[in-house]
Each structure stands twice: as C-alpha cells, then as structure tokens.
C-alpha cells in the first residue's frame, strides 16, 4: 500500500515557484521528502536512479538530453545531478517555450560549478527542502503562529502537549518522514542508518575524492559535541585529537565543503544589525547540522540518555529549534541568523525578513532561564539604532515547556510545540 502524503509547508512555496518559473529546484538531504513532494506537483516523471535504466538515461543525456525532457508538465526529473547538462537543457526548453510551470528538478547533492555552464537566473527558481519540523509531523499544535508575532498580535494563550520526553525522542528521531510515520523503535536505527551512509559513502561520491571513513566519523563526531557553537576549524582539529582521528585545516575544510554539498551541515550565519554604538561583533556562523538526529546518531545518544544529559539535550533541542525556525521563516521570505558581540550579549536566533522585519529569539529547554533570557532580548533591543532600522517586531523566548503566554514586559514564552509558520 502506498503511504499517505503527508502535506509540506514545501508544497506551497513550490506551487508559487510554478506559477512564476518555467523550472523549479527542489534541494536538500537525502530522504527529507523531495522527490514525493514534487511528484505530488509533477504529471510525468523521469528517475535518473533507476537501476534498470540509469545507463540508458545516462546516453540519452549525452547525445540528445531534450529527449528526457519530453513528457507532461510539470515534469520531474528527479535526482537531475547525476546528468548535469540536463540543468542547461532544462534552461534552454524553457527560453524556447516561454511558459511557466514546466519542470521540476530535485537534488540532493550539488554539482561541481564548472559543470553547468549557466545560472538559471530568471528561468530556475530554487526551493530548500529540510527535514519535517515539528508542525509538519503534528506534533506541534500549532496555536501560535510566527506570521502572527510579526503581525504584533498581542494574545497569545495555549498549551503545548510536548513532554520532555517527547522532545528527546523527536530530537532523536529527526524529521526524516520514514522515520515519522515509521514504528518508533525503529527511529533512532534510521538515523544512525543516514549518518553511516554518509560516513562510508556519500561524503566520497559527491566529489569522487576518497575520504577515511575513520576520519569523517571522528569530524561527525566532533560538529556534534559543537553543535550550535561558533567552533573553527582550529578548534575541531583539536577536539578531533579526542578520537585520535587527527586532519589538517585544510583537508577539515575540504571535508565541511562536502558536507555542505550534500546538505548534511547548514551553518547559522551571523547577523549584522546597526547598532546605536560602536560593538564589535563576531562573524562566526554557528554550526548545525539539518537535523539534530545526525548529531544524536554520531553520538548514540538515544532518548534515554538525552534524559541523563541535559548538557547535550539543550545543545540539540537549540538545533531543533533552529532546525523549525528555517523551515517556518522559509514561507515567510524570511532567513535565521544569530547575534553574538563582545560583551557576549547573544541571541539564538535572528528572523530577518527581507521586508526589513526581523525578532529576536532566545531558546531554553527550561524554565529557570526564562527571566535572564527576557532581560538579554530587551538588552539587545536597545543597542538597536531604530533610525536605521526597525524595532523588533517580537522577542520571545522558544522552550521546552508547556505554556504559550506573553510576559508583562512584552517578551513572548512559546513552546516550540505550539509554533507554526
């Protein structure tokens, strides 16, 4: 039996893609969903991983590719990288025909530079698909709304379902759909599955250099221990030394580049607002994974001994967070930084949408950190110079908790199990 489809905030920012390119790319990790949310939009679809027609697919993309592209719109050309010209032939099909909403390409691996020879500029718009959040798998209730705080709507009043426990699990879960509507004891093997794979397989393909899976486990290992950290390579190359797995700077580097390209890592990048006085403040993007189960995997940290360590549970309940934070900004055009200065004033996260709005969110597992958490937000609202940009549509604190209600000075308690875009 086929499994039901379960909706994506996805569906909707790529049926808007449709309607306004000729071609869409869908990227992102391997088994977040791509290819069924796509087929879900395509009317005829070609599988470049077809083992019984992969090679002849292959020839044909090298002789003639706009053979691969006949079909009825929009088609799906999954996997497109395996055969990069089909990126130009999808470019020049749409130029020839002047319509929108004929292809749909899905990726989750990016190809080298040099082996597309255009953009797509104006003919390919482009989609990053993650993992499911929170409200995408019904966990979260979804009675706050993140549109809705930028909208400064004053009453919030709700309650989240969401144990701790809950959460241990879902963090080591992950948002792999498999995963979600798959038996729970078989969560957790799912995602040290997708880690091994990239450890023995995937890290190596994308750019057909061999790497020690030895190494890319100890690496794993220690972006997990730094997750949500603005850790340098330098600092890696030393917490390495802890798995007797030592690189160099370089080859570290060319290992993050890989993993970038198979979408296995996304950085948090800094935010830099304008500021009433002069604050230096560090550049350095924070490390995440795209989904806090990698990290888990690589650590065998299971529900049961995310309840042991709330040191561990904190750092990646912050990567959930962020993780859903992405996706629900996504359908708002908006993107996540973080803010950290000198003075080490910091915020977890930064919504800036390109319209100029942004809030600033602090994130904590518990409850004991709330009031110094509102006080930093209210601190960082006032280094805003407001004459050269807006004041913070919100502050809020994101938790663990149980309860959604705004504080008497303004700042927004939001479990991360009643938010929704």
Known sequence: MTPEYIPRIADILLKESLASSGAVLIEGPKWCGKTWTAKHAAKSVLYLQDPDKTSSYLQIADTKPSLLLKGETPRLLDEWQMAPVLWDAVRFTVDQRQ????FILTGSASPQDNLVQHTGTGRISRIFMRPMSLFESGESNGTVSLSSLFAREPNIDSISSLSIEDLAAAITRGGWPASVTGPEETAFKRAIDYSEAVINHDISKVDGVEKNPARVRSLLRSLARNTASMA????????????????SEKTISGYLSALKRIFVIEDQPAWSPALLSRTAIRTSAKRHFIDPSIAAAVLRATPKRLLEDFNTFGILFESLCIRDLRIYASLLDGEIFHYHDRNDLEADAIIQLHDGRWGAVEIKLGSRSIDEAANNLHKLKNKIDTGKMQEPSFLLVLTGGEFAYRRDDGVYIVPIGCLKP
């Open 232 to 247: 340098t390579i330098t600092t890696i190359k030393n917490d390495m030394a802890l798995d007797e797995a030592g690189l």
């Open 99 to 102: 319509k929108t909403g004929q």
